[in-house]
């Protein structure tokens, strides 16, 4: 019974890792999957594949090899000399996000609920410190509180949504017939969330130390990833053209479940939050080999950087490094398909 607890709860980590806040507004979605129609579908069913597959590999190869971090799984794959720039490109982009989410928190409190200015940024550094002193019991606890309230509360906009909306429309979308950039999309939508969930699942596997465990973690969230992003996608295809939204599933809660639309702020925020604190837990782990300080000195110290970066319009940074950082990411994919695991699972 033990042994499946924890294995829903490596699950959780990892779903609630990958999903940010460009999930939960449908933006993303609907960027990889919902523009291709019917196509997009097919093509989560693909990155869904490589979800499951790839996410167990991570935490099977971490333990074989015996690696605390992302830097040392990137020395296995990519071989030293390449993995330095590797590794100093994926802590850029771990800390970017993590003062991105952070503005998004900020935005969050401020747009929608009509907090006082600061409030959001300020507060999700106190929960954030509160939640990482626990270490990775922390880390597990509030993924294993938030990532069912997503699956709940996506299941429940699907029922509002099917039985009256036209999803015949997910097959009639300008870009349907793409079916080589359909599949490129699921690629690099796969092969650039898992490069950054490294980051949180070699360390959990090393924490957890059983590949057993690790192993069906990794399956079942997959598996969970696959239905949120079916299930999203389904809810995305009722509109006409959801790409003319930047936030197209706010527009679907408020039209067909508006008595959800403070539950979907809620899932949001939880989305951001759990990213956060992944990304903020694999940087922490990552830095504690270089800096032999408390780690919530090096937590302090991130969530400082992260304010600051908050403050700043670091999205044109990021449009700059995301493209180049999705070419990466396939490579780190391919290297993790083929290299093989130490020993046998």
């Given at each position: ?24 507004t449908g933006r993303e979605i609907v960027e990889f999957f919902t523009r291709f129609g019917f196509l997009g579908l097919l093509s ?302």
């Amino acid at each position: 019974m033990k042994n499946w607890i924890d294995v829903c709860q490596v699950a959780a980590v990892y779903v609630g890792t990958v999903i940010g806040a460009g999930f939960a507004t449908g933006r993303e979605i609907v960027e990889f999957f919902t523009r291709f129609g019917f196509l997009g579908l097919l093509s989560i069913l693909m990155a869904g594949f490589l979800f499951v597959i790839l996410g167990s590999k991570i935490m099977l190869l971490s333990i074989d090899i015996k690696a605390t971090s992302f830097e040392q799984l990137n020395e296995y794959l990519f071989g030293k000399k390449l993995a330095k720039f590797i590794n100093l490109f994926l802590l850029v982009m771990l800390v970017g996000v993590c003062g991105v989410m952070l503005a998004g928190a900020e935005a969050l409190f401020v747009e929608q609920l009509n907090f006082p200015k600061f409030s959001g940024m300020l507060l999700t550094t106190f929960i954030g410190l509160v939640i990482m002193a626990a270490g990775i019991k922390g880390l597990l606890a509030i993924n294993v509180i938030v990532v069912p309230m997503m699956i709940a509360f996506n299941t429940a906009v699907l029922f509002h949504i099917v039985p009256g909306g036209n999803v015949t429309l997910w097959f009639q979308v300008e870009d349907a017939g793409n079916g080589w950039f359909a599949v490129l999309s699921a690629i690099s939508y796969a092969g650039f969330n898992l490069a950054l969930a490294q980051a949180v699942l070699v360390p959990l596997a090393a924490e957890i130390n059983d590949r057993k465990t690790v192993k069906w973690g990794g399956v079942m969230g997959g598996v969970f990833l696959t239905v949120l992003l079916i299930s999203s996608h389904i809810c995305l295809s009722v509109l006409r053209d959801p790409r003319m939204f930047e936030i197209p599933m706010a527009v679907i809660v408020h039209e067909s479940a508006g008595s959800l639309y403070l539950i979907y702020i809620l899932i949001i925020y939880g989305e951001i939050f759990t990213t956060l604190i992944g990304n903020t837990y694999g940087i922490e782990r990552q830095l504690h080999q270089y800096v032999p300080a408390n780690p919530l000195w090096i937590i302090l110290f991130l969530f400082i950087v992260f304010c600051l970066i908050s403050l700043v319009k670091y999205g044109k940074l990021l449009g700059l490094l995301y493209p180049l950082f999705g070419y990466v990411s396939i490579g780190f994919l391919l290297l993790l398909l083929i290299k093989p695991a130490k020993v046998s699972p």
